[in-house]
């Protein structure tokens, strides 16, 4: 007797798309090179050293940068004010970070003055994070001061969300957490694109950056 064999399940479609995507200043390139293709519930991981163009990569890949180089597709939209409003930001350095002398309570309302509609017990809940609206953010460890920055955006109930210096003065068995926390969201079927100095040791498609130039892992 001879089974039939059965057809492998096919590669999901990827709700982000970014090919050869760069940014270039007077100065020269900040990032070039940048393929990147990540469905819903996927996890990936922008990564090099201070100055390799990380930060600017991710507020391309959100629409909030402008490109010189590529092409990016978030959910079918290619204009950077749409792409905007299907790319939720946590964290990016520089650009959008909590106020450490806000509570809690504070971030989460002014989240909904901006526009949020989600719950955040749920992505709370995903991420490990213990709501507490009285704490001041600046209080909290620098674990749990990332994911709540990470459950805040996915108030928006974004296709992707998008979080800088992950692995940023964290312990080895913090960072590991912090990736084991993003999988976890991913899993309720949202995209992750986070950066950091160093790879991370979980199933996270992995892309290098060094600048001018970008490769794959």
Known sequence: MTHAAVPEAPEPEPVLRAESLGLRTRRGWVFRDLTLAVPAGGVAALCGAAGSGR???LLALSGRATTSAGTLDVAGAVAPAVIRTRVAVA?????????P???????I??????GATGPIDGPADALGVTLRPGAVVGDLGGLDALLFAVALAAMDRAAVIVVDDVDLGLDDR????AWQA???LSEHGVAVVAAAAEAPRTGAVVRYLQGSESWAS
């Open 55 to 57: 930060s600017m990569a």
């Open 174 to 177: 913090d960072r590991d957490l």
């Open 91 to 99: 964290r990016i350095g520089g650009a959008v970070e909590l106020e």
């Open 101 to 107: 002398d806000l509570r809690m309570a504070d971030h």
């Open 182 to 184: 993003l999988h976890r």
């Open 109 to 114: 309302s002014e989240r909904r003055l901006l």
